[in-house]
Structures are given as structure tokens and as C-alpha cells.
């Protein structure tokens, strides 16, 4: 009976082991509701959704600092002389 409880002990551990690293691997997306990803690069809108980065096109002026404008239509665009 001891390797058999012995068995099921270390069962028991392995299992516990690995749902605790999953709960903390989960505790890490904790973003509050914003979408993850990276930031925004001057002089590129690849993959940017600028409703998503009010800190840039939520203000003019900064969006213009990082090379941007808004078009008559509020669609966002690359300066023409905007380089990296």
C-alpha cells in the first residue's frame, strides 16, 4: 500500500505543479482590457490601430512627432518626407 500512495502523492504534486504554473502564466495577461501588442514606430501605421494608442492620435501635435496626419475623411496617413 505505501508505493501505491506513494504513486498517487506524486500525482497529485505533478498535477497541482502544473496547474499553478498555468494560473501564473495566465495571471501575466492580466491588461486590463487593452489589446497587447507592440507601440508605435514614427513614420509606420503597419498593424497600428490608432483607436487603440489614444497617447499618439488622441493629440495632434504628437501625432505630427511621430510623422503622422489625419486626412479630411479622419483616416490616419505617413507624412510623404517621414523617414526612419
Do not use: Y
Not at 5 to 34: E, K, Y
Not at 52 to 62: D, S
Amino acid at each position: 500500500m505505501s508505493r501505491k500512495n506513494t504513486i498517487v502523492g506524486l500525482a497529485v504534486v505533478s498535477v497541482l505543479s502544473i496547474l499553478g504554473a498555468a494560473a501564473m502564466a495566465g495571471n501575466d495577461r492580466d491588461d486590463h482590457g487593452q489589446e497587447r501588442g507592440g507601440g508605435v514606430v514614427p513614420c509606420s501605421l503597419d498593424g497600428v490601430n490608432p483607436a487603440l494608442h489614444p497617447e499618439v492620435f488622441g493629440n495632434a501635435a504628437t501625432a505630427q512627432s511621430f510623422g503622422f496626419f489625419q486626412a479630411p475623411d479622419h483616416s490616419w496617413h505617413v507624412r510623404p518626407d517621414c523617414h526612419r
